[in-house]
T-cell receptor, first 111, second 117 residues
Framework: EDQVTQSPEALRLQEGESSSLNCSYTVSGLRGLFWYRQDPGKGPEFLFT???AGEEKEKERLKATLTKKESFLHITAPKPEDSATYLC????????????FGSGTRLLVRP | GAVVSQHPSWVICKSGTSVKIECRSLDFQATTMFWYRQFPKQSLMLMAT?????????EQGVEKDKFLINHASLTLSTLTVTSAHPEDSSFYIC?????????????FGPGTRLLVL
């Protein structure tokens, strides 16, 4: 069964305390893995797309990496404004390009 | 670029009435749009895939007659919640995929919060 699992469910960091969020997946024929950020009461905001193992992408304090089984979202020296829920989603081969979402990681960065 | 809007952002209605939610891609064409539902502290649940000029494809367990979807143009899809009841109260979010984008990225709207009294 296709599955996307994110951990931890919630993460509290002090400002400047770097950490990583994990997204593990079991899908047949991965076509793409997506990271989104969602603020309370808002729609998800696109961050990254990764397609093949070994690929890395960066944006400001965020860096996303991909292996054959999982993806990591590294947050370097986070700031309070990085507080949000981070969602991971995958598209598998042969589908109608539907996103399969994980349950998300709620990140709180304290000043 | 790749901005998606939704209208309204908030709606409160009485039980039994119908509510229409619009989803627009503002700066790109989208042959495919998606409608999601999200409950508090839960992830997004796909309700249906909306294709321009054809019937929507609904996910298992989603009532077609209750959630009417129309994708009349390359920039507009609408979701109508018919005869709404309190259990339909939720956060509804649409997304759109850029026409012929090989990366298949979905861009999301800001969401519509529906409260049925």
């Amino acid at each position: 069964e296709d599955q996307v699992t994110q951990s931890p469910e919630a993460l509290r960091l002090q400002e400047g305390e770097s950490s990583s969020l994990n997204c593990s997946y079991t899908v047949s024929g991965l076509r793409g893995l997506f990271w989104y950020r969602q603020d309370p009461g808002k729609g998800p905001e696109f961050l990254f797309t990764l397609y093949s193992a070994g690929e890395e992408k960066e944006k400001e304090r965020l860096k996303a990496t991909l292996t054959k089984k999982e993806s990591f979202l590294h947050i370097t020296a986070p700031k309070p404004e990085d507080s949000a829920t981070y969602l991971c989603a995958v598209i598998k081969g042969g589908s109608s390009y539907k996103l399969i979402f994980g349950s998300g990681t709620r990140l709180l960065v304290r000043p | 670029g790749a901005v998606v809007s939704q209208h309204p952002s908030w709606v409160i209605c009485k039980s039994g009435t119908s509510v229409k939610i619009e989803c627009r891609s503002l700066d790109f064409q989208a042959t495919t749009m998606f409608w999601y539902r999200q409950f508090p502290k839960q992830s997004l649940m796909l309700m249906a895939t909306s294709n321009e000029g054809s019937k929507a494809t609904y996910e298992q367990g989603v009532e077609k007659d209750k959630f009417l979807i129309n994708h009349a143009s390359l920039t507009l899809s609408t979701l109508t919640v018919t005869s709404a009841h309190p259990e339909d109260s939720s956060f509804y979010i649409c997304s759109a995929r850029v026409y012929r984008d090989p990366q298949q990225t979905q861009y999301f709207g800001p969401g519509t919060r529906l409260l049925v009294l």
